[in-house]
T-cell receptor, first 114, second 114 residues
Framework: DSGVTQTPKHLITATGQRVTLRCSPR?????VYWYQQSLDQGLQFLIQ???????AKGNILERFSAQQFPDLHSELNLSSLELGDSALYFC?????????????FGPGTRLTVT | GENVEQHPSTLSVQEGDSAVIKCTYS??????FPWYKQELGKRPQLIID?????GEKKDQRIAVTLNKTAKHFSLHITETQPEDSAVYFC?????????????FGTGTQLKVEL
């Protein structure tokens, strides 16, 4: 167990809908990262937050947004869902931004869009 | 941006043999190279990592080597066991654009046969 928690574990929804995925980092970790893992795309970095502020952005679609709250938990919002958004969504956390590069992954949320 | 290539995509070895997985990266400024092990349906687990100021690092049966000049790094698993069967991902931390972004390779499915 990495100490990173994610809810829900599974999510099934229809095209066009909006969902929210939640992540709580390890105790003391200030950075949260979101990754998408699909069969044909591997692990793709979406976005990083550090202590409430966006720090790095990857190939995140405009339909997707994220935020990190004062208690350091993070939410990833996916809207206007398409079949191709079906994937495993992982959250990871790390202690600091500098000198501590290790990222620890949560158990993931499996999203199925029908 | 950073690009990471990983080979082979599948690797089958006999129990007790060694396994080697290789990755190349494109950004010469990348400074941190972790390896993750992912079992089916589970989260990626950090198994070993190396920083750009180190050439080799060992942890029991696993080791990682880094050649900065050639921009490639490798994972070595000795005395393989059936429980080593999983997908292994390499990654590189880019320094351009800020943050702590990891770019992952496409994964290697390792199968250890009895």
């Amino acid at each position: 167990d990495s100490g990173v928690t994610q809810t829900p574990k599974h999510l099934i929804t229809a095209t066009g809908q909006r969902v929210t995925l939640r992540c709580s980092p390890r105790s003391g970790d200030l950075s949260v990262y979101w990754y998408q893992q699909s069969l044909d795309q591997g692990l793709q970095f979406l976005i990083q937050y550090y202590n409430g502020e966006e720090r790095a952005k990857g190939n995140i679609l405009e339909r997707f947004s994220a935020q990190q709250f004062p208690d350091l938990h993070s939410e990833l919002n996916l809207s206007s869902l398409e079949l191709g958004d079906s994937a495993l969504y992982f959250c990871a956390s790390s202690p600091l931004e500098t000198f501590s590069y290790e990222q620890y992954f949560g158990p993931g949320t499996r999203l199925t869009v029908t | 941006g950073e690009n990471v290539e990983q080979h082979p995509s599948t690797l089958s070895v006999q129990e007790g043999d060694s396994a080697v997985i290789k990755c190349t990266y494109s950004d010469s400024a990348s400074n941190y190279f972790p390896w993750y092990k992912q079992e089916l349906g589970k989260r990626p687990q950090l198994i070993i990592d190396i920083r750009s100021n180190v050439g080799e690092k060992k942890d029991q049966r696993i080791a990682v080597t880094l050649n900065k000049t050639a921009k490639h790094f490798s994972l070595h698993i000795t005395e393989t066991q059936p429980e080593d069967s999983a997908v292994y991902f390499c990654a590189a931390r880019g320094v351009t654009g800020g943050g702590n972004k990891l770019t992952f390779g496409t994964g290697t499915q390792l199968k250890v046969e009895l």
